[in-house]
T-cell receptor, first 112, second 114 residues
Framework: EAQVTQNPRYLITVTGKKLTVTCSQNMNHEYMSWYRQDPGLGLRQIYYSMNVEVTDKGDVPEGYKVSRKEKRNFPLILESPSPNQTSLYFC???????????FGPGTRLTVT | AQSVTQPDIHITVSEGASLELRCNYSYGATPYLFWYVQSPGQGLQLLLKYFSGDTLVQGIKGFEAEFKRSQSSFNLRKPSVHWSDAAEYFC????????????FGQGTRLTINP
């Protein structure tokens, strides 16, 4: 079954404490992406990756890092989280031939 | 720049009633258009997509959408809603550039009255 998994699903943390949200896909897709969802704003792209070791900024990259050491994994790193990063985060794996994006279940992050 | 507008933030309909969710986009060329549904606590699931051809597209769960180039619209419809359709619905256009980015609307939250 085609699947995108994210962990953790819920996280409450404090300002400045580094955290990583993991994302894994089993579809052998080259393209992966991270979005954040905020009320009234829809989803906005944070970072994307076109393949292993190839990543670039999306529309709202400030305060985030990513890495792509393996094709299946695309972790999102917040080195010093701040309250304005409280949001719902989605990882997506992209099938370029069909333009479909497969989304993970989301990670709800609260930074106090 | 590309943009998507969903004019209705929240819609309430009665179970069994028909539904139409509006979506307008701004993009210079013929877009690829998508509707996603997000059930509470779930990720986004693709309902349907339009790339070209027939402007009326059928999707999963009994949904359909019609692309109207003259109105820059891609409205989602369902003839008879079920309580399980209560969710948030997102219209999106893309993907764009090397980022394969989708541009999403703000979302429409659908409530179903019994």
């Amino acid at each position: 079954e085609a699947q995108v998994t994210q962990n953790p699903r819920y996280l409450i943390t404090v300002t400045g404490k580094k955290l990583t949200v993991t994302c894994s896909q089993n579809m052998n897709h080259e393209y992966m992406s991270w979005y954040r969802q905020d009320p009234g704003l829809g989803l906005r792209q944070i970072y994307y990756s076109m393949n292993v070791e190839v990543t670039d900024k999306g529309d709202v990259p400030e305060g985030y890092k990513v890495s792509r050491k393996e094709k299946r994994n695309f972790p999102l790193i917040l080195e010093s989280p701040s309250p304005n990063q409280t949001s719902l985060y989605f990882c997506a794996s992209i099938a370029r031939e069909s333009y479909e994006q497969y989304f993970g279940p989301g990670t709800r992050l609260t930074v106090t | 720049a590309q943009s998507v507008t969903q004019p209705d933030i929240h819609i309430t309909v009665s179970e069994g009633a028909s539904l139409e969710l509006r979506c307008n986009y701004s993009y210079g060329a013929t877009p690829y258009l998508f509707w996603y549904v997000q059930s509470p606590g779930q990720g986004l699931q693709l309902l349907l997509k339009y790339f070209s051809g027939d402007t009326l597209v059928q999707g999963i769960k009994g949904f359909e959408a019609e692309f109207k180039r003259s109105q820059s619209s891609f409205n989602l419809r369902k003839p008879s809603v079920h309580w399980s359709d209560a969710a948030e619905y997102f219209c999106a256009v893309g993907p764009f550039g090397g980022a394969q980015k989708l541009v999403f609307g703000q979302g429409t939250r659908l409530t179903i009255n019994p």
